[in-house]
């Protein structure tokens, strides 16, 4: 089987890279072995919130400046401020093209509530996510009854010891007392499918009026929309004050809902979707990656002029941790790490912790290296590369966009190059 470009991986890089080159005419595949980290996510895309030392980023320019110094294996730092700002807004436009309701800006991150109660700095968040502007009046921070995933109490009060007037209130749906049967069904992804059906419309509705007519805003748990915002939609226009909604543990609906938009558009786009397979192993012939094999289709190999990586942290298994040694799981991809095994970890959990930036090493494009050698057409992209911190420096969304634009404006500007 022949391609274009073969993506391993169907997360926000890969599914991204895939859009952008689908869109541009390339005959594209994804393997995707399961679900994403994407589904498990908030839905909100982090930029860039921290340098590695800590220092709040106040601007991007300046801020990839300092990290070209601070450490120069960062992706950003790879890339450059101009490009991370051309692909960021590139993402930005993409995301929107797929009917992602975003709100946000590269130039004016917001400040957006988690479900503890605390502010959060994000780039991009879903629009029914709140954000600390929405905190200004009387709200109600509303539990679904026998819930547990969402816990309103806790919410409310991390809320007032910021100041904001928030209270816990709670609503019965008797509609979903089949789920209630069995607490491991009772999650927010099952519950969405209920609310989401037109025939339970009223009930949520005719729950949520009263409180609207007392309080000036309304927070819920994130369980309906996880195929389209119609329900919060026609709610914000039926219901006495706005609603807002705050993702849940994960399974998390917003990232569901961003995960099969993106996936839908690289359908669309005639993209092929290889969803439930794996990579079983590769062959690189001269610095070049000639075929691939994977677990369905046995015997039969994928052939491609550009392959990208797109494969996951440890999370996603796209890296194994041995006793030894960090190993990328595909290609066995040269890995940027620390040496002693000791020094993988500090021993505060609350400190940044060096594994995070374990990840694959590659030359300033972002070509993969193995055994010290760069494979031509072989592209790294998004939580599988080394250099960064996703959480601690706030940039997991941001480098998984930027990344996985930058490698398909690598591949289309090469053109009909073999």
Same mark, same amino acid.
């Given at each position: 089987m022949r391609f274009d470009t073969v993506i391993i991986g169907g997360g926000l890089a890969g599914l991204l890279c895939g859009i952008r080159l689908s869109e541009s005419g390339q005959r594209?595949?994804?393997?995707?072995?399961?679900q994403s980290a994407l589904s498990f996510s908030s839905g909100s895309l982090d930029l860039f919130s921290f340098l590695p030392d800590g220092q709040p980023v106040t601007d991007i320019d300046s801020a990839i400046a300092l990290l070209e110094q601070q450490h120069g294996a960062h992706p950003y730092a790879l890339l450059g401020a101009k490009a991370v700002r051309r692909y960021a807004q590139q993402a930005q436009t993409l995301l929107a093209n797929c009917k992602l309701a975003l709100q946000g800006e590269i130039e004016t991150p917001h400040q957006r509530v988690t479900p503890l109660g605390t502010f959060r700095r994000a780039w991009l968040s879903p629009q029914e996510v709140p954000s600390k502007t929405d905190a200004q009046q009387r709200t109600a921070v509303v539990g679904i009854s026998g819930f547990l995933d969402f816990q309103p109490q806790l919410a409310a009060g991390a809320l007032r010891k910021r100041g904001i007037d928030a209270h816990a209130e709670e609503i019965e749906l008797p509609t979903l007392n089949r789920l209630r049967d069995n607490s491991s069904e009772f999650r927010s992804v099952n519950i969405a499918r209920v609310l989401d059906a037109p025939e339970n419309y009223s009930e949520l509705y005719d729950a949520l009026l009263p +409180?609207?007519?007392?309080?000036?805003?309304?927070?819920?748990?994130?369980?309906?929309? +996880?195929?389209?915002?119609?329900?919060?939609?026609?709610?914000?226009k039926q219901l006495a004050c706005p609603l807002?909604? +705050?993702?849940? +543990?994960?399974?998390?609906?917003p990232g569901m809902r961003m995960q099969l938009l993106l996936q839908q558009r690289f359908i669309q786009q005639g993209g092929n979707w290889m969803p439930g397979d794996e990579v079983l192993r590769a062959d690189i012939s001269h610095n070049h990656v000639t075929q691939i094999w994977t677990r369905k289709h046995e015997d039969i190999p994928l052939r491609a002029r550009h392959v990208v990586l797109a494969s996951g942290s440890f999370f996603s298994n796209g890296l194994i941790a041995g006793r030894d040694r960090v190993r990328e799981a595909v290609f066995d991809l040269?890995?940027?790490?620390?040496?002693?095994?000791?020094?993988?970890?500090?021993?505060?959990?609350?400190?940044?912790?060096?594994?995070?930036?374990f990840g694959v090493r590659t030359d300033a494009q972002l070509r993969g290296l193995y055994q010290g050698a760069i494979v031509d057409n072989l592209y790294i992209i998004g939580s599988v590369l080394g250099g960064f911190d996703a959480v601690a420096q706030g940039c997991g969304g941001g480098v998984c966009a930027v990344t996985a634009l930058h490698a398909a404006q690598q591949i289309i500007a090469q053109g009909g190059e073999q």
């Open positions: 594209c595949a994804i393997i995707s072995r399961g +409180l609207s007519q007392q309080y000036g805003m309304l927070w819920l748990p994130a369980c309906f929309g +996880l195929t389209d915002n119609h329900v919060f939609t026609q709610l914000n807002r909604l +705050l993702p849940t +543990l994960p399974p998390s609906v040269d890995v940027m790490q620390s040496d002693k095994r000791s020094d993988w970890y500090r021993d505060d959990v609350f400190d940044s912790q060096p594994w995070q930036q």
